[in-house]
Nanobody
């Protein structure tokens, strides 16, 4: 499975963005997908995930209510939309995939893409 994240950039506080993760070799409808981020000087942290069926989503408390994870089976792409962005959202964002349909309880994903940098600053 290959994952290609894109959509990062400079965003003003209060702004919005949509990150994309293009998936190859497998359909996004057959396994769970997630987004993680690594703020400068900090460890990577979980942001959001969606099950292969799409019926289950999970969000970190830091983005709950401001983020939506979704996927497009035709484009084989997973998205992360975030609004009301804060400087604390500044990070390199990574997409990830699991081998299974469900979101792993331990958030241990199997495949990782390269990151895309999001900077929230005025």
């Amino acid at each position: 499975v290959q994952l290609q994240a894109s959509g990062g950039g400079l965003v003003q506080p209060g702004g919005s963005l949509r990150l994309s993760c293009a998936v190859s070799e497998r359909t996004v409808l057959s396994f769970g997908m997630g987004w993680f981020r690594q703020p400068p000087g900090n460890e990577r942290e979980f942001v959001a995930a969606i099950s292969g069926s799409g019926r289950t989503t999970k969000y970190s408390n830091s983005v709950k209510g401001r983020a939506i994870i979704s996927r497009d089976g035709v484009k084989n792409t997973v998205y992360l939309e975030m609004n009301n962005l804060k400087p604390g959202d500044t990070a390199v964002y990574y997409c990830a995939a699991t081998r299974y349909m469900n979101i792993p309880e331990d958030l241990d994903f199997d495949y990782w893409g390269q990151g895309t940098l999001v900077t929230v600053s005025s």
